[in-house]
């Protein structure tokens, strides 16, 4: 069992809708998640983070988190064409080292 | 500009050339790290290094070397590099502590061994 498990998709959503990226772990010690956005042929960028249990919103994002069942999600609200791209999902582990998911690729349909 | 910057972006070589890919930074970090990136694989930490002179073992750090004398510089060394090592490498960095995970990539290097 991978530590860190993402639905590789493709994900196509049009747009304006919601784009739900979902992600789950393994260890159930995992302190912080966090939601990498990759552009194709681009390295990977920091879009969001969270530590507790709950919402935390930054703008069109929101990302969720369920430490009881081990998951981690990612929304993006009203999406665009620019919002297309592979989201890596990363988690510290018991072990404080960051794990990354393989990436869920997304693509927004005009 | 604040930047990780990686050298060289592509890299074609034979099995068994040392080479070496330099990554430097200038936000006066004190986390680094090296990833590999294949496909269905996702990321996958090489070596990181916490402070100067202080590196350790990630995942996958076989055939791999690294070394960190100044802070702002955290090179990869492929001693001799075999067609398994054929990837996307990238360098990481962030102000390390809690915020470690908050990295900041380099463009990447695309290294194919022949």
């Known amino acids: 069992q991978k530590e860190v498990e993402q639905n590789s998709g493709p994900l196509s959503v049009p747009e304006g809708a919601i784009a739900s990226l979902n992600c789950t772990y393994s260890?159930?010690?995992?302190?912080?998640f966090f939601w990498y956005r990759q552009y194709s042929g681009k390295s990977p960028e920091l879009i969001m983070f969270?530590?507790?249990?709950g919402d935390k919103e930054d703008g069109r994002f929101t990302a969720q988190l369920n430490k009881a069942s081990q998951y981690v999600s990612l929304l993006i609200r009203d999406s665009q064409p620019s919002d297309s791209a592979t989201y890596l999902c990363?988690?510290?582990?018991?072990?404080?080292?960051?794990?990354f998911g393989s990436g869920t690729q997304l693509t927004v349909l005009p | 500009e604040a930047q990780v910057t990686q050298n060289p972006r592509y890299l074609i070589t034979v099995t068994g050339k040392k080479l070496t890919v330099t990554c430097s930074q200038n936000?006066?970090?004190?986390?680094m790290s090296w990833y590999r990136q294949d496909p269905g694989l996702g990321l996958r930490q090489i070596y990181y290094?916490?402070?100067?002179?202080?590196?350790d073992k990630g995942d996958v750090p076989e055939g791999y070397k690294v070394s960190r004398k100044e802070k702002r510089n955290f090179p990869l060394i492929l001693e001799s590099p075999s067609p398994n090592q054929t990837s996307l490498y990238f360098c990481?960095?962030?102000?390390?502590?809690?915020?470690?995970?908050?990295?900041?990539f380099g463009s990447g290097t695309q290294l194919s061994v022949l």
């Open positions: 990481a960095s962030s102000f390390g502590g809690r915020g470690r995970e908050k990295l900041f």
């Open positions: 936000m006066n970090h004190e986390y």
């Open positions: 290094s916490m402070n100067v002179e202080v590196t």
């Open positions: 260890d159930r010690g995992s302190q912080s």
């Open positions: 990363a988690v510290t582990g018991s072990a404080r080292q960051l794990t």
């Open positions: 969270i530590y507790s249990n």
